[in-house]
C-alpha cells in the first residue's frame, strides 16, 4: 500500500524504537562493511538492556536479503535493515505481508522512490537529511480509477442512447447526431491521454533526475548512536562506535573529505565527546578505573597506523603520502628524505617502531610533520596532511585512533582466510568490545599485510602502465596472476584498493584529476567474471561525492545485451562475463560521452 506522505523517519524513538520494543523480537540485517557492524553493535547493546530477542545476519547483496526475508518473516514481523535496502525495490524483491514492518538505516541514497512512500517501509534518516529532492507522490504515482469509471459510463451511456435512438428499419442513421457523439467522446478521450502522455513524460523526467547519481548520507552507526541519546543510554562506548562509523565513511570515500557534510557530521559528535568527557578532565577529585575509556577531538594525521608501526612505514603505505610524494619513483624517494630531514628526524627514528621513539621526540612528531609538511610540501594544494578526528584511550597504555580502528576492523572483514561472512562479521563485532583491545591490536597486524599488497599493487600499475585513458573514463586493469589478488576478494578492500590506484595514477597525470575511473579485476567467486568498479573524479571526491556509474552500467548492459551481474548494495559495482568486457566498455565509452 502506498500512502501520500514521505515514510521518512526523523521520530526515531517513537516511530522507531518503540514499536520494536513492543514487539520484543526483531531481525537484523546488516552489509558487511565496518559502519554496519558498528550500527549493530549499538543496536545490539540497547536490545540487552531492553530485554529485545534479536537475529543478527551478515548480507552481501540483494539475493541474500531475499533469501533471509524468506526464512525469518514466518516467525518475524520486525526487520531493520543497517546499509542496505534503500536503493532497492524493497516491496516487489520482498513480497512483504501485512504485519511486516521494515526500518531501514541506509547510507546509501538515492531511497528507491517505491520505499519512500510504502505503508510498511520507515527509512530512519537524521533531522539535518535535506528532502528538497524527493520527488513528490503526484509526481511518481497516479489514480486512474477515475478516468476507466467516467470512460465505462461513457460506453453506458452510449449504449442507451444508439437504443433510443435506433433509426426505424431500413432508414439511414443521423449522420449530424453521430458526429456531435463522437466528437465529444473522442475529445474528452484525446484529452486525456495527452494528459496521461504529459505525466508519463514528466515521471521519467523526474526519476531520471532523481536517480542520475548516486551518494550517501549520515553513516549508519551515527543515526544508531543519535538514537541512544533520545533515549538517554549512550555512553562513550556508545559514541564511539558512531565515530568509527563517520571515519569509515570517510577511509572508503563515502564521503566528501572537504565538503560541509562531513564538517558538519564531525561536529555533533564532537559535542558529544565534550560532554561525556568533560568530567573526566574537571572533576579531579574522581577517582577513575583504569580501564575507562576516554575520548578526545585530535589532529590526526593522514598516516595509516603509525602508532603501531614505523613512521617510515607508515608514509610509505598511506594513500595521502604515497601519492603526494610518488613514493615509487626515484625522485619521490628523495623528496621523502628531503622532508624527514627538514622535519628533524632521523632515519633511524623513523625506522624503528613509533613507541620505541624517546618519548620527548614521540611528543612532537604530529606537530612537526604538519608544520613541515604546510611550510615546504604543500605548495598551494588545499589538501592538509591532517584531518579533525578523534582518538580512545583504554587504560593506561592503549591508545587508538579512529582511523587506526576503522582500518584494522576493516581488515578483519577482508581477511583472505577460509572463514565465512557471517564468522569475520561476528570476529569483527567482537574486537569492537572496547575491553578486547588486543583482538585490535592483532587486526593491526592483519592490517598492515593488506596496506602491503595494496602497495605492491600500485607500484605495479604505475610501472606497467595498466591505467589508459579512454577519454570519458580511465581504465585501470588489475593483473589476473598476481599473487596479492586473495588480499581483494572483499569489496571493501577492493575499493580501498581502487581509491589508492586513482590517487596514484591523479598524482602522476593532474590532468586526470578530472576524470572518472574504471577499476577493473578478476571475480573472486567465478573465473570467466571480472569485476568492475566505477569511481567519481577526484577532485570531486574531496568536495562532493556524486556517482554516475549506476545508470550508466545499467545502460550499457541493455545496450549490449551483455551479462552483467549489478545486485550489490553500490549500483557502480558490477561483475560481468569476460567475453562481454570489451564490447561493454565500447557502450559505456558512448554513453559517458555524451
Known amino acids: 500500500l502506498l500512502l501520500n506522505r514521505l515514510m521518512l523517519t526523523k521520530e526515531l524513538k517513537t516511530d522507531f524504537y518503540e514499536k520494536i520494543r513492543k514487539k520484543q523480537r526483531v531481525v537484523v540485517l546488516a552489509s558487511a562493511e565496518v559502519d554496519s557492524i558498528c550500527a549493530c553493535k549499538i543496536l545490539v547493546n540497547l536490545f540487552a538492556k531492553d530485554s529485545i530477542q534479536y537475529s ?23 526487520f531493520i535493515f543497517i546499509n542496505c535496502g534503500a536503493s532497492l525495490e524493497l516491496v516487489d524483491l520482498l513480497n512483504p505481508h501485512a504485519l511486516s514492518n521494515i526500518f531501514i538505516i541506509d547510507s546509501h541514497r538515492p531511497i528507491h522512490f517505491t520505499n519512500v512512500f510504502s505503508e510498511q ?13 524527493i520527488p513528490k507522490f503526484e509526481e511518481l504515482f497516479r489514480d486512474d480509477s477515475e478516468d476507466e469509471e467516467e470512460s465505462d459510463g461513457e460506453d453506458e451511456d452510449a449504449d442507451e442512447e444508439d437504443d433510443e435512438n435506433e433509426d426505424p428499419e431500413g432508414a439511414e442513421p443521423s449522420r449530424k447526431r453521430r458526429k456531435n457523439f463522437n466528437e465529444e467522446k473522442y475529445i474528452r478521450q484525446a484529452q486525456k491521454q495527452k494528459e496521461r502522455r504529459m505525466w508519463e513524460e514528466n515521471k521519467t523526467q523526474v526519476l531520471r533526475q532523481y536517480e542520475e547519481s548516486t551518494s550517501f548520507s549520515s553513516s549508519a552507526a551515527e543515526i544508531a548512536y543519535e538514537l541512544s541519546h533520545y533515549l538517554t543510554k549512550d555512553t562513550n562506548i556508545l559514541l564511539w562506535m558512531g565515530i568509527i562509523g563517520l571515519t569509515d565513511q570517510y577511509v572508503m570515500g563515502r564521503v566528501a573529505k572537504s565538503s560541509r557534510q562531513y564538517l558538519t557530521e564531525r561536529d555533533f559528535l564532537g559535542q558529544h565527546v565534550r560532554r561525556l568527557n568533560a568530567w573526566i578532565e574537571n572533576d579531579t577529585n574522581s577517582i577513575v578505573s583504569v580501564d575507562c575509556m576516554k575520548i578526545s577531538v585530535e589532529k590526526e594525521l593522514r598516516l595509516y597506523l603509525y602508532r603501531h608501526w614505523t613512521l617510515w612505514d607508515s608514509i610509505h603505505h598511506s594513500v595521502f603520502t604515497q601519492s603526494q610524494f610518488k613514493l615509487w619513483s626515484h625522485k619521490g624517494r628523495n623528496r621523502l628524505h628531503d622532508f624527514l630531514s627538514y622535519m628533524g628526524l632521523s632515519l633511524k627514528n623513523c625506522k624503528q617502531r613509533y613507541r620505541a621513539i624517546d618519548t620527548a621526540v614521540r611528543n612532537e612528531v604530529s606537530n612537526k610533520v604538519i608544520n613541515t609538511y604546510d611550510k615546504y610540501m604543500k605548495q598551494g594544494l588545499k589538501t592538509n596532511i591532517w584531518f579533525s578526528s578523534f582518538t580512545a584511550q583504554y587504560g593506561v597504555q592503549n591508545k587508538f585512533s579512529a582511523l587506526d580502528v576503522t582500518l584494522a576492523v576493516n581488515a578483519i572483514l577482508e581477511s583472505p582466510n577460509s572463514s565465512s561472512t557471517n564468522e569475520k562479521f561476528h570476529e569483527a563485532l567482537d574486537a569492537l568490545n572496547y575491553v578486547n583491545h588486543g583482538k585490535i591490536s592483532e587486526a593491526v597486524e592483519s592490517c598492515k599485510l593488506l596496506l602491503k599488497a595494496i602497495w605492491e599493487q600500485v607500484q605495479h600499475v604505475i610501472a606497467t602502465r595498466r591505467a589508459l585513458n579512454t577519454g570519458p573514463f580511465i581504465l585501470i586493469s588489475l593483473s589476473d596472476s598476481s599473487p596479492d589478488n586473495k588480499f581483494f576478494k572483499g569489496l571493501n578492500s577492493f575499493k580501498l584498493l581502487s581509491i589508492y590506484l586513482v590517487n596514484a595514477c591523479v598524482s602522476n597525470h593532474p590532468r586526470w584529476a578530472a576524470s572518472s575511473f574504471l577499476v577493473s579485476g578478476p571475480s573472486p567467486t567465478d573465473p570467466h567474471n571480472t ?20 545508470k550508466a552500467f545499467e545502460a550499457a548492459a541493455e545496450m549490449t545485451q551483455a551479462r552483467v551481474t549489478q545486485n550489490f548494495f553500490e549500483s557502480n559495482i558490477l561483475e560481468i562475463r569476460n567475453d562481454d568486457t570489451s564490447k561493454f566498455y565500447d557502450a559505456l565509452t558512448t554513453i559517458l560521452a555524451k
Do not use: W
Open 56 to 78: 543478527l545476519r551478515p548480507v552481501s547483496n540483494s539475493e541474500q536479503i531475499e533469501q533471509a526475508f524468506l526464512e525469518h518473516s514466518a516467525h518475524c514481523d520486525d
Open 121 to 133: 517501509i520507515y527509512v530512519l534518516i537524521r533531522e539535518t537529511e535535506n528532502l528538497e529532492e
Open 531 to 550: 569485476r568492475i568498479l566505477g569511481l567519481p573524479p577526484l577532485a570531486l571526491m574531496e568536495t562532493k561525492i556524486s556517482n554516475l556509474f549506476g
